[in-house]
């Protein structure tokens, strides 16, 4: 998951990180931001994003703005609006003037996808353990008739 924060040098202060765990529920990505995140990150109004993205009642996914803060694409009206932290860092900067701006990518924390993978990464692990013991044991037991058979003869 990327986490970015975008700082701020016009007044000495740091704005808040772009990420405090992300909980969309959208299929594209874990490291997108909702509206209530850049409302935080950017230090403005509700209002004042709304009025700053980039929508369209008519048209779903607008073209790009360079002078507006651009959403994912969004395959229904109703699908929230989110926002990539590069897209935030960059309105931030050009638009609104925001003179140090900074992403910053962390590794995300382990989701319920990841933690089930690992579960099963080390079930393969057991498995290719047991066989390979087993293996083993097979060789060891023809390598020990063969001798048998070498003595007997």
């Given at each position: ?7 701020s040098?016009?007044n000495?202060r740091?704005d808040e990180?772009l990420?405090?765990?992300f909980n969309?529920?959208?299929?594209l990505s ?5 509206i209530?995140e850049?409302?935080?990150t950017?230090n ?5 994003v709304y009025?700053y993205?980039n ?6 996914n ?5 002078r ?12 929230q609006?989110?926002f990539?932290?590069n897209e935030?860092a ?6 609104l003037?925001?003179k140090?701006?900074t992403?910053?990518i962390?590794n995300s924390?382990?989701?319920e996808?990841?933690n089930?993978l690992n579960?099963i ?9 047991k ?7 097979n060789?060891s037991i ?11 003869a």
């Amino acid at each position: 998951m990327l986490n970015g924060s975008v700082n701020s040098g016009t007044n000495g202060r740091s704005d808040e990180s772009l990420s405090k765990g992300f909980n969309t529920d959208s299929n594209l990505s874990g490291s997108l931001l909702t509206i209530d995140e850049v409302q935080k990150t950017l230090n403005r109004s509700r209002a004042s994003v709304y009025r700053y993205t980039n929508t369209d009642t008519r048209n779903l996914n607008p073209p790009f703005n360079p002078r507006k803060l651009n959403t994912e694409f969004r395959s229904d009206q109703k699908d929230q609006l989110l926002f990539h932290p590069n897209e935030v860092a960059r309105f931030a900067k050009d638009i609104l003037r925001i003179k140090e701006v900074t992403v910053e990518i962390f590794n995300s924390p382990s989701s319920e996808t990841q933690n089930i993978l690992n579960a099963i990464l080390e079930e393969l692990k057991v498995i290719r353990n047991k066989l390979e013991g087993q293996s083993d044991q097979n060789h060891s037991i023809s390598n020990h008739l063969q001798d048998t058979d070498r003595k007997a003869a």
